[in-house]
Nanobody
């Protein structure tokens, strides 16, 4: 059984930081293209960041570039999303996902990803 479990969400004030984790079981996460996505109420799911197979390259949405950093820990079979300088518009459920295509270059398109976690809620508010 292949599973992805997100954690690390919570309530944070604007300008604060959070680190999200995505732990994988049943497969070796590092071989896959991995993405972070988010969805706010009433909005479509959007790509936030992704990392290519074996961590070769990363890609970030313009809205988070310079504030968010994605990384992978092969020993823990976990990927992370470090979120700094958080804004209210960053609020939403954050999901990690994997692509069956073990591509070295990733694209922030939901159609490229097949397996998804259940999400963790991030709320940025006073």
């Amino acid at each position: 059984q292949l599973q992805l479990v997100e954690s690390g969400g919570g309530l944070v004030q604007p300008g604060g930081s959070l680190r999200l984790s995505c732990a994988a079981s049943g497969f070796t996460l590092g071989y896959y293209t991995i993405g972070w996505f988010r969805q706010a109420p009433g909005k479509e799911r959007e790509g936030v960041a992704c990392i290519g197979s074996r961590g070769t390259t990363t890609n970030y949405a313009d809205s988070v570039k310079g504030r968010f950093t994605m990384s992978r820990d092969s020993a823990q079979n976990t990927v992370y999303l470090q979120m700094n300088s958080l804004k209210p518009e960053d609020t939403g459920y954050y999901y990690c996902a994997t692509s069956n295509a073990w591509a070295y270059v990733c694209y922030l398109q939901t159609k490229q990803f097949q397996s998804w976690g259940q999400g963790t809620l991030v709320t940025v508010s006073e």
